[in-house]
């Protein structure tokens, strides 16, 4: 069973920036579509960001053009890069399959506060 760890996260200003990181145990990028989803708490898990096996992209409406998802196959790892971070962008935030097929790992925490 493939595991995914997220990292990254953490405290930030409004207007700041964080690159997060989600490895995989096994070499599923070039097979699978890949998102980052996030929960904030009280709402649903939404997908925030998607990277097809041939490098498309399609982003929530509400980060485009803040956020990108970029991945390094060697690695088997997939990023997130977010600037200009909102408090409404607060939430843990997931990596997954899209759908997602695999087991959900325990995320990593982004809060946008002052």
């Known amino acids: 069973q493939v595991q995914l760890v997220e990292s990254g996260g953490g405290l930030v200003q409004p207007g700041g920036s964080l690159r997060l990181s989600c490895a995989a145990t096994s070499s599923i990028f070039s097979i699978y579509v890949m998102g980052w989803y996030r929960q904030a708490p009280g709402k649903q898990r939404e997908l925030v960001a998607r990277?097809?096996?041939?490098?498309?992209?399609m982003y929530l409406e509400s980060v485009k053009g803040r956020f990108t998802i970029s991945r390094d196959n060697a690695k088997n790892t997939v990023y997130l890069q977010m600037n200009s971070l909102k408090p409404e962008d607060t939430a843990v935030y997931y990596c997954?399959?899209?759908?997602?097929?695999?087991?959900w790992g325990q995320g990593t925490q982004v809060t946008v506060s002052s």
């Open positions: 997954n399959t899209v759908p997602a097929r695999f087991t």
């Open positions: 990277l097809t096996t041939v490098g498309g992209t």
